[in-house]
């Protein structure tokens, strides 16, 4: 038995969720007249309180299509160094947006009023950028998945308001947050000009990704979805896994954050590790003893049938998700626990 911890994105999507699938009716997306990818759209926007959506194949494409969409060229986009529109897109914010970033150093990811308001330039400073748009990460995947709640987020709000800055949201795991604080998603559409969710980390779906925002923005964003070749046609396949992840499996992301807690608890007994980033929601980092590179330290994992991802040089992420069993929890302590590191 293989113990898949690198991600929430390796999950296969159930046999209840095959049958959605292969049930759903189907158009053609690009025309407009797809009745399920309509439908997830509707449901995604209603449950955000937000006017529109827009499916498409990944979080990075809902990021940066956001980012293109609210962005002139040599605008500039404050975030975090840790988020992953930064870290993990591959520089597409210059590339997409002809934008440059500003990247504020939070905790564990986390910006701040204070941060924020260190980076925004003056207008009137024909030097410097034009500070355009603030992009928040929930929960941070960098930051060992710690998340915001609504009232941090409104006093960001509250200065983008007062600067004339644009807010969007990298919730690829907002669900993650929400089921932890007890939020309603409806909150989170007065707080944000556009949010961008994924569908196939902890929901998971086999793809998919939805950007939510105001009907202008969205209208504006699917017209650049479909330049950059993100036109799809009987997307609905995809868009009835998405329906029936909202109906099933966000509730259920508790269990997953539960394990990792229980998985933080082997990990402080192993001599091997120094150091376990608190423990919010379904990732685990932790840090082994400098003499234990992350990379070998992996392989050894790998030798013993558990699979996770180096994170940095002495850091290790672990993952939990929906493919995960009682079983394979109890059998990752034996194998955790086996002497021979
Ligand atoms: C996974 C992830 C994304 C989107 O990644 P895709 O693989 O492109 O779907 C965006 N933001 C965060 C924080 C993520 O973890």
Not at 55 to 81: E, K, W
Not at 108 to 122: E, H, N, V
Not at 267 to 283: A, C, F, G, K, Y
Request: with cysteine.
């Amino acid at each position: 038995m293989v113990i898949d911890l690198r991600s929430d994105t390796v999950t296969q999507p159930t046999p209840a969720m095959r049958e959605a699938m292969f049930n759903a009716k189907l158009g053609d997306d690009v025309l407009g007249d797809d009745p399920t990818v309509n439908e997830l759209e509707a449901k995604a926007a209603a449950m955000f309180n937000m006017e529109a959506a827009l499916f498409c194949a990944s979080g990075t494409m809902t990021n940066q299509l956001a980012i293109r969409t609210h962005c002139r060229p040599g605008d500039d986009v404050i975030c975090d160094y840790l988020s992953h529109v930064y870290q993990y897109e591959g520089g597409g914010i210059s590339v997409n947006a002809l934008a440059s970033v500003s990247l504020a150093h939070g905790e564990r990811g986390k910006l701040t009023p204070d941060l924020i308001r260190d980076y925004i330039y003056s207008p009137a400073d024909p030097h410097k950028p034009l500070s355009r748009l603030v992009v928040l990460e929930n929960t941070i995947n960098k930051g060992g998945g710690c998340f915001y709640t609504v009232p941090e987020i409104a006093a960001i709000r509250q200065v983008c308001d007062e600067q004339g800055l644009i807010l969007h949201l990298d919730g690829a795991r907002l669900f993650n947050a929400l089921v932890e604080t007890g939020e309603p998603t409806e909150s989170y559409g007065q707080l944000f000009d556009s949010i961008s969710i994924c569908l196939s980390k902890g929901l998971g779906c086999p793809v998919g990704s939805l950007l939510l925002g105001k009907a202008d923005f969205i209208k504006q964003a699917r017209r650049y979805r479909k330049l950059m070749g993100g036109g799809w046609r009987q997307a609905g396949f995809l868009a009835a896994a998405g329906i029936y992840a909202l109906d099933h499996h966000v509730d259920r992301l508790k269990i997953d954050h539960s394990r990792a807690r229980r998985i933080g608890t082997m990990l402080e007994q192993l001599p091997e590790v120094e150091e376990i980033l608190p423990i919010d929601t379904n990732i685990v980092i932790f840090k082994l003893q400098t003499n234990l590179l992350a990379i070998d330290y992996v392989a050894q994992l790998e030798a013993k049938g558990i699979r996770a991802v180096p994170f940095g040089k002495h850091l290790v992420r672990f993952v939990t998700h929906l493919d995960l069993t009682d079983e394979m929890i109890a059998e990752l302590e034996n194998r955790l626990s086996e002497p021979e590191f």
